[in-house]
C-alpha cells in the first residue's frame, strides 16, 4: 500500500502499518474539521530549548526554560530529524509551497526589489536566483510563481491569520504584504526578516539608534510608546484573531511566525535578570531570554485555546526556520552554540539545518511519541493541507516536492527505501565558519555529503557515528563521495537549479560529479 492509497482509506482508518523510527499508534478517531496552529520560530537552534532532541540531556536543555515546549513534546510528537534551509527565506517560500529551495530559487534571504544580499566573493557572482521572492502572479522577474498554502486553506474554509514575520517576497512585489497569497489577516509581517526592535517603547523601530527604518514593523501602533516586548505584543494580537475566528465560528489557520530569536539580541525584562543572576555573559542571558518570552507565548496561545473549548480540536505544529545563529557567525561572541552539532544559521553542517520540531494532532499523535526519520521543510505544504481535509491540490507547474508527513503523525508504519534530502544554497550569506558558504548537499539515510561551490571540494559526514560532523569521509571512502555526488548533480539538474558564476570564466559552477 502506497501513501496515497492510505490516505484515501480517511483518517478514521484503524490499520497500524509499519514505519520504522516512529513511536505511537493511531487510534481512528472521527473529529471534526480541525484548526491548525503553525508556530514558526526564528533562528532557534536544535539545543535552545530545555527539551532533549539528542540521545541525552546536554548542558543547553539546562541552561533554558522552554515549559510550554516540554508540554507539547509530553502530549504529541518529536521529531528527532527535522530540517530546514540554512537562513529564513528559502524556507518560507519553500513552506508555502512545498517546493525544494533548489526548484523555488529563492536561495538566500531577500528584502530589497531587483537586489542581490549576497556578501562579496573572491571568485564567485551571485546573480541566477530569485531575490524578489514568491509571486502569486506570473511575470514578475526573479520570482517564484506559485500558490501559497494559505490560499488551499481558504479555498477549503479556513480563516488564515498571519502573525508576524512574513519575509516572502521583496519590497514593492506582491507578496511582501501577506493578504496577497491567501491570508485573510496579517498582523506585522512585511518585507523586512527581523525585527527593528523588540522594544513598543521605542516603536518596534532601529529607529532609536539611527537604524534603517526599513526594518520598522507596522501594524503594531496601538503598542507604540509602551513598555512592551514585541514577542507578547504579537501573541496579543493573535490571540484576538483566534477570538474572532471562533466567534465567526470558522475553522482558522493561525501562522504564528514569531521574530523572535532574530537578532537584534535585546532585553525581555521579564526574564534575562534570572539568567544575569546566574553568571551568564549578558549576550546569552538576553539570548535565553528571548527564548523563554517565545516558550510563554506558546503557552499563551494553547491557553486560549482551551479557554474557549478548542484544544482538543487543534493540531499544533511546532519548528524553526533555520539552525541557531553560532558563535562562529558572530566572530566568536558569546551567544548559542549548537553543540552537539557543527556550526549554525548559514551553514551546510547540522547546526545550519537541524532544528527542534514538535507536533500535536488531538487523538491521533500518541503522547511522548518520537519521530526518527527525516522531515524537511517542503514536508509541511502537504501535511498540512491533508489535515485540513484537502484532497485534491497542485502547485503551479505541477511539481511538488515535499512529502506528507501525515502517516507519520499517525504512528503508521510502512516500508519505504531510505529517502534523500537536497540542500542548495548557490549564495555568500557572509559570516564564516564551519559549512558556511555556496553549496549544495545531500543526505541519504545516515551519510551526508557537501558540495562545496568555490572550490569543488567535498565533505562526507557518517552522522550515525559523527553527529558532530568533526570528521570528513570524503577521501575515505571515494565510492560513496561518487554515488552521492551523482545523485545531487541528478538532482539539481532535473529542477534546472541555478549555480553561482566564476568571476574568472562568467561561466556557471560545474556540476557536483564532473
Not at 49 to 60: C, G
Not at 203 to 232: K, M, V, Y
Not at 260 to 268: L, N, S, T, V
Request: net charge positive.
Amino acid at each position: 500500500m502506497n501513501r496515497r492509497e492510505f490516505l484515501k482509506m480517511g483518517l478514521a482508518a484503524t490499520a497500524a502499518i509499519a514505519m520504522p523510527g516512529c513511536t505511537g499508534v493511531m487510534n481512528g478517531k472521527n473529529i471534526k474539521k480541525p484548526n491548525i496552529v503553525l508556530f514558526l520560530v526564528d533562528d532557534m537552534g536544535w539545543q535552545d530549548t530545555s527539551v532533549p532532541f539528542y540521545k541525552e540531556l546536554t548542558p543547553f536543555n539546562k541552561t533554558y526554560k522552554t515549559p510550554n515546549m516540554e508540554k507539547l513534546a509530553a502530549e504529541g510528537m518529536k521529531f528527532t530529524r527535522a530540517y530546514a534551509s540554512c537562513v529564513c527565506s528559502p524556507t518560507r517560500v519553500s513552506l508555502m509551497t512545498g517546493l525544494n529551495a533548489a526548484r523555488h530559487r529563492v536561495t538566500n534571504w531577500t528584502l530589497r526589489k531587483d537586489a542581490t544580499n549576497d556578501a562579496r566573493h573572491k571568485t564567485l557572482e551571485f546573480k541566477n536566483w530569485n531575490y524578489n521572492g514568491l509571486s502569486p502572479v506570473a511575470g514578475i522577474n526573479n520570482t517564484v510563481h506559485a500558490k501559497a498554502l494559505p490560499a488551499y486553506l481558504k479555498e477549503a474554509g479556513y480563516r488564515t491569520i498571519h502573525c508576524g514575520k512574513a519575509h516572502f517576497g521583496a519590497i514593492g512585489t506582491p507578496a511582501a504584504e501577506p493578504l496577497n497569497i491567501g491570508f485573510d489577516v496579517n498582523i506585522a509581517g512585511h518585507a523586512a526578516g527581523g525585527p527593528g526592535s523588540y522594544h513598543g517603547k521605542h516603536n518596534f523601530s532601529p529607529a532609536f539608534r539611527n537604524g534603517d527604518r526599513i526594518w520598522d514593523i507596522p501594524g503594531l501602533e496601538e503598542f507604540h510608546g509602551q513598555d512592551i516586548f514585541l514577542t507578547e505584543a504579537l501573541t496579543i494580537k493573535a490571540n484576538r484573531a483566534v477570538d474572532e475566528s471562533i466567534e465567526m465560528e470558522k475553522p482558522f489557520f493561525l501562522y504564528m511566525a514569531h521574530y523572535a530569536i532574530h537578532a537584534p539580541i535585546e532585553q525581555d525584562d521579564r526574564f534575562a535578570q534570572a539568567y544575569l543572576d546566574k553568571g551568564m555573559h549578558p549576550i546569552e542571558a538576553r539570548y535565553a531570554a528571548l527564548i523563554e518570552g517565545m516558550d510563554k507565548s506558546l503557552g499563551d496561545i494553547v491557553a486560549n485555546l482551551e479557554k474557549h473549548g478548542q484544544l482538543d480540536n487543534t493540531i499544533i505544529l511546532f519548528m524553526s526556520d533555520n539552525g541557531g545563529l553560532s558563535a562562529h557567525a558572530r566572530g566568536g561572541k558569546a551567544h548559542t552554540h549548537n553543540k552537539p552539532l557543527s556550526s549554525g544559521k548559514g551553514s551546510a553542517h547540522e547546526g545550519g539545518v537541524r532544528v527542534p520540531m514538535i507536533v500535536k494532532w488531538p487523538g491521533v499523535t500518541e503522547k511522548g511519541s518520537k519521530c526518527f526519520q527525516p522531515v524537511i521543510i517542503e514536508d509541511y505544504f502537504p501535511t498540512i493541507l491533508e489535515l485540513a481535509g484537502v484532497k485534491d491540490y497542485k502547485q503551479v507547474g505541477g511539481v511538488i516536492d515535499g512529502e506528507s508527513f501525515t502517516l507519520l503523525l499517525q504512528g503508521a508504519k510502512i516500508k519505504r527505501k531510505a529517502r534523500k534530502l537536497y540542500w542548495h544554497f548557490p549564495n555568500n550569506w557572509g559570516p564564516t565558519g564551519p559549512g558556511i558558504g555556496p553549496h549544495s548537499a545531500i543526505m541519504e539515510g545516515d551519510w551526508k555529503l557537501i558540495y562545496y561551490h568555490a572550490d569543488r571540494s567535498y565533505e562526507l559526514f557518517d552522522l550515525r557515528k559523527d553527529i558532530g560532523e568533526s570528521k570528513n569521509l570524503a577521501k575515505d571512502k571515494p565510492e560513496k563521495v561518487k554515488q552521492l555526488a551523482m545523485a545531487l548533480r541528478q538532482y539539481l539538474i532535473e529542477v534546472d537549479a541555478k549555480m553561482p558564476l566564476v568571476k574568472a570564466t562568467g561561466k556557471a559552477v560545474a556540476w557536483p560529479g564532473e
